[in-house]
């Protein structure tokens, strides 16, 4: 079936440092790519997505970047503050936008830590 | 900023009962979900639901499962008899058309505690 590959599982950096999560993806339909955060207790938090027909898209300490060929996408967070730790989930839709409703495929989440 | 709300935010039932979780979704949105966490893994999938109907399901979404947008604001998850495994975080999103909006948007969730 489809699926959605996230690494790694969990990640400790020092403040200040960068954090680089990568996901890979099954669905060469798969057109859009959203990132989300969840803090404790919280639901999903839509922070960052990027659209097939661009490599890459940043926005402010935090960039995207899609390689189709390869089925990757990563998420990049630059001078990480003690306020990103959270759980990061990568997402794919099922068979794009040509069909169907867009259900997301989530990966399996990336805990990140960011020490001061 | 709009935000898509759930109520409530932690229910607590016996096995066997009926449960109703609520969602409010983004006012101007057209396509609705449930997505269910259990602890410590990947969110997943449960139904989509447009145009008062269902467009799609997951093998998780049996028979005890059902959706309903009863006015123009609201869309529920009932589940008619809990199970145990049935404990998980339960969110609901939606997104504002097909066209080039490919958002989805999520509520803070409901903790469904079967016992």
């Known amino acids: 079936g489809e699926n959605v590959e996230q690494h790694p599982s969990t990640l400790s950096v020092q403040e200040g440092d960068s954090a680089v999560i990568k996901c890979t993806y099954s669905d060469s339909a798969s057109n859009y790519f959203p990132w989300y955060k969840q803090e404790l207790g919280k639901g999903p938090q839509l922070i960052i997505d990027?659209?097939?027909?661009?490599g890459e898209k940043k926005d402010q300490r935090i960039a995207v970047t899609l390689n189709k060929t390869a089925k990757h996408f990563s998420l990049h967070i630059t001078e990480t503050q003690p306020e990103d730790s959270a759980v990061y989930f990568c997402?794919?839709?099922?068979?794009?936008?040509?069909?169907?409703?867009?259900?997301?495929?989530f990966g399996a989440g990336t805990r990140l830590a960011v020490h001061p | 900023e709009p935000e898509v709300t759930q109520t409530p935010s932690h229910q607590v039932t016996q096995m066997g009962q009926e449960v109703i979780l609520r969602c409010v979704p983004i006012?101007?949105?057209?396509?609705f979900y449930w997505y269910r966490q259990i602890l410590g893994q990947k969110v997943e999938f449960l139904v989509s639901f447009y145009n008062n109907e269902i467009s799609e399901k997951s093998e998780i979404f049996d028979d005890q499962f059902s959706v309903e947008r009863p006015d123009g604001s609201n869309f529920t998850l009932k589940i008619r008899s809990t199970k145990l495994e049935d404990s998980a975080m339960y969110f609901c999103?939606?997104?504002?058309?097909?066209?080039?909006?490919?958002?989805?948007?999520f509520g803070p969730g409901t903790r469904l505690t079967v016992t």
């Open positions: 006012s101007n949105h057209l396509y």
């Open positions: 997402a794919a839709p099922l068979g794009g936008f040509s069909g169907g409703y867009n259900k997301l495929i």
């Open positions: 990027i659209r097939s027909n661009v």
């Open positions: 999103a939606s997104r504002a058309d097909r066209g080039p909006h490919y958002e989805q948007y």
